[in-house]
């Protein structure tokens, strides 16, 4: 009986070689950013209101004019396809019938009209790594015609952290056969069968069309995430002139950033290490959560991902003033273990463990949740007053 993320974990683990494991759980360095994520998630303590009439408990909430059941989405991950076939669309269409959103990462294995269209009518959010400007103008402008509601602008990954887990397995596209990988391969046959009859996955939207892949050196180049370096903030222009909706920066942790985000007239925020994998000396996630908070100052909604495994987890961000959490890697346990079953229980269970939770804490809609936490910032120096480059969009 899997009943949390860790036992989904403990099963992907089962079901998957190595070489794809590892890619999943894989962090930068010694990897003691993503153990400061579950560490400081684990210390945030949240005071319970008692006495209260609990017997309706309503976690609903809505952001950009667009209901969400539940104040958590999937998070953006690349490579889901190697994870199980099909993997972006299973996601996403577990993410409609649950009422939550889905963010389809530019390094999907599926195209993007694919999976918007079989999962129609959903909430789906497009995530983008610039490599190439004009190649992610035009995964902009497809995005836009398939409808996708909001456009999520990575910015953590002007080069790859160094990934030793995947250094060291030899993690590359495509897939160079080795001794090693051969064994992985025997001993798990039925991912092996998968992907023998998929085929090796490749990242679809790196052509304008669908028949053809992309260059080898540009799938290269997204697996390294070997990024535009000169994407600056006055680089959001660019961006505007493509694309009228709502616009995220995902990968924030520091105050002054947020700030100079509302300043250029950004929609959102993600606070976000991206799960530990980039740079192993950022704070924890829900550590600069509420610096960023507190910097927007509920101009713009502030999301959170990184760390997130149990609905308490959700639950303390949302206590610390974030509109919703990100989930990825419990998504992808349980896609590796059961597929598309899989995945709907996981984000069932952190309903459910949302709603537990909430009903403890005698909070029964999400802003009751506000200010139950224990703050966890570390005493940090006061940040400069940003420079506006450009008048903000009205």
């Known amino acids: ?28 360095d010694d990897g003691h950013c993503i153990r400061r994520n579950h560490a400081d998630l684990a210390a945030v303590e949240l005071t319970p209101r008692v006495l209260r009439d609990t017997t309706r408990v309503d976690t609903s909430i809505e952001v950009f004019g667009q209901r969400w059941a539940a104040p958590f989405g999937i998070a953006p991950t690349g490579l889901n396809g190697l994870v199980r076939p099909g993997g ?23 195209r993007l009209e694919a999976v918007r269209d079989g999962a129609a009518d959903s909430q789906q959010w497009m995530q983008l790594y610039v490599m190439h400007r004009e190649m992610a103008g035009q995964i902009v402008e497809r995005a836009k015609r398939a ?13 790859s952290g ?14 160079k056969p080795t001794a090693r990988l051969a064994w992985d391969l025997v001993t798990h046959p039925t991912w ?23 260059s080898a050196s540009l799938q290269a180049a997204l697996l390294a995430r070997a990024m535009d370096r000169s994407l600056v903030w006055d680089s959001l222009r660019w961006l505007r002139q493509l694309w009228d909706g709502p616009l ?8 002054a950033d947020a700030r100079l985000a509302l300043a250029h007239g950004v929609d959102g925020l993600i606070v976000s290490n991206h799960g530990g994998r980039q740079n192993d000396a950022s704070p ?12 927007v100052g509920g101009k713009i909604p502030v999301f959170m991902d990184s760390g997130i495994r149990r609905g308490g987890d959700i639950a303390k961000a949302l206590s610390l003033g974030a509109t919703a959490a990100f989930v990825g890697r419990p998504t992808l346990y349980a896609l590796a273990a059961q597929g598309a079953p899989g995945v709907r ?12 939770n909430m009903t403890l804490l005698g909070a029964t809609r999400i802003d009751g949740l506000r200010d139950l936490a224990s703050d966890p910032r570390p005493q940090a120096p006061a940040d400069a007053t940003p420079q506006i480059h450009y008048q903000a969009r009205a």
């Not at 036992?7 to 930068?28: N, T």
């Not at 972006?88 to 599926?110: R, V, W, Y």
């Not at 229980?345 to 537990?356: F, H, Q």
């Open 1 to 28: 009986m899997l009943l949390n993320t860790e036992d989904f974990r403990r099963a992907a683990r089962s079901a998957l070689p190595r070489f794809v494991f590892d890619y999943i759980e894989g962090h930068a």
């Open 88 to 110: 972006d669309l299973i996601l996403a269409q577990a993410a409609a019938k649950a009422g939550i959103p889905f963010c389809l990462s530019t390094a999907s294995n599926m």
């Open 147 to 159: 409808g996708y509601q909001a456009l999520v602008l990575t910015v953590d990954v002007p080069v």
């Open 162 to 175: 160094k990934r030793e887990l995947d250094l060291r397995n030899g993690f590359r596209m495509p897939f």
């Open 192 to 214: 092996s069968l998968r992907m023998a009859l998929q085929g090796q996955p490749d990242f679809a939207n790196l052509t304008p069309s669908g028949d053809a892949l992309g």
């Open 248 to 255: 995220l920066l995902k990968g924030v942790l520091h105050a």
């Open 284 to 295: 924890s996630a829900i550590s600069a959560l509420p610096r960023v908070v507190d910097a």
């Open 345 to 356: 229980s996981v984000i069932e269970v952190l309903k459910e463990d949302l709603v537990r």
